[in-house]
């Protein structure tokens, strides 16, 4: 009776112990890197950044490419339809988007990969400043459809 007290006593202070240090483990995925071995540690971290940068750039291309499209079409049918005539007008839309959006599509899309190869490569080497700063986090929560390149927004 004894031992069986002591092995579940130990069990579950082994539990617990693993518990709490498991809690602790996201702490350890990028420590502060420590002033006395900082070569050490950009040694040490740099596959880790070198797998970050080849994912973020795989994520950013796309979607900047996407977004940056979206971006180029709407300025370009804009920036055509305001040149015939009124902007808002259902016939110079049509008009601009017959002409001016498949030109902003390309052109936009063209920035977009550039623009998502450069950011995904630095931000994905260096980090970014928050978790929800990259440019194109907020694609899908409507801000990522203001038109850069029409000058009348």
Do not use: C
């Not at 202070?13 to 071995?37: I, N």
């Amino acid at each position: 009776m004894v031992k069986k007290m002591a092995k579940m006593f130990l069990a579950s202070l082994l539990a617990s112990v693993g518990l709490a240090m498991g809690s602790l483990v996201p702490t350890l995925a990028y420590p502060e890197r420590p002033e006395s071995a900082r070569v050490w540690y950009e040694i040490e971290y740099f596959p880790v950044r070198l797998v970050s940068m080849v994912v973020t750039t795989a994520w950013d291309v796309p979607t900047a490419s996407f977004q940056d499209g979206v971006k180029g079409a709407i300025g370009g049918t804009r920036m055509v339809a305001r040149n015939i005539g009124k902007e808002d007008g259902t016939y110079e839309l049509v008009a601009g988007g017959l002409t001016g959006g498949p030109v902003g599509l390309v052109g936009g899309a063209t920035y977009g990969v550039l623009h998502g190869f450069a950011y995904g490569v630095h931000h994905g080497f260096v980090g970014y400043p928050s978790p929800h700063s990259g440019s194109h986090s907020m694609l899908f929560q409507g801000k990522g459809f203001v038109v850069p390149y029409d000058d009348n927004y």
